[in-house]
């Protein structure tokens, strides 16, 4: 099985800055993407960022675009997500998912492991 934890969520005025990590253990694959995704109640989860394998691939929700950029770090087996420019609108329970098959996509259903999430809360 593998684990998925999510850190570095917290409260944050607008235009500020944050960065979330997400940190897999467990089962390994030999390659993966990494996605984050957003939820507030009520809604569905909201697709954020992915990134490929060797990072060479990378896809992001128009609403982040040049605000938020995702790396990883596949020596920590990490995923990072850096939050700049934040709005009271990016508030929201952020999830980092794994996809074995490489994939960069936006679905939520196309990702098979997901963390517990992290809050961000950004304040006007």
């Known amino acids: 099985q593998v684990q998925l934890v999510e850190s570095g969520g917290g409260l944050v005025q607008a235009g500020g800055s944050l960065r979330l990590s997400c940190a897999a253990s467990?089962?390994?694959?030999?390659?993966?993407?990494m996605g984050w995704f957003r939820q507030t109640p009520g809604k569905e989860r909201e697709f954020v960022a992915a990134?490929?394998?060797?990072?060479?691939?990378?896809n992001y929700a128009d609403s982040v675009k040049g605000r938020f950029t995702i790396s990883r770090d596949n020596a920590k087996n990490t995923v990072y997500l850096q939050m700049n420019s934040l709005k009271p609108e990016d508030t929201a329970v952020y999830y980092c998912?794994?996809?074995?098959?490489?994939?960069?996509?936006?679905?939520?259903?196309?990702?098979?492991?997901w963390g517990q999430g992290t809050q961000v809360t950004v304040s006007s």
């Open positions: 990134i490929s394998w060797t990072g060479s691939s990378t």
């Open positions: 998912a794994l996809d074995p098959r490489n994939y960069v996509r936006a679905r939520a259903t196309a990702y098979d492991y």
């Open positions: 467990g089962r390994t694959f030999s390659v993966y993407a």
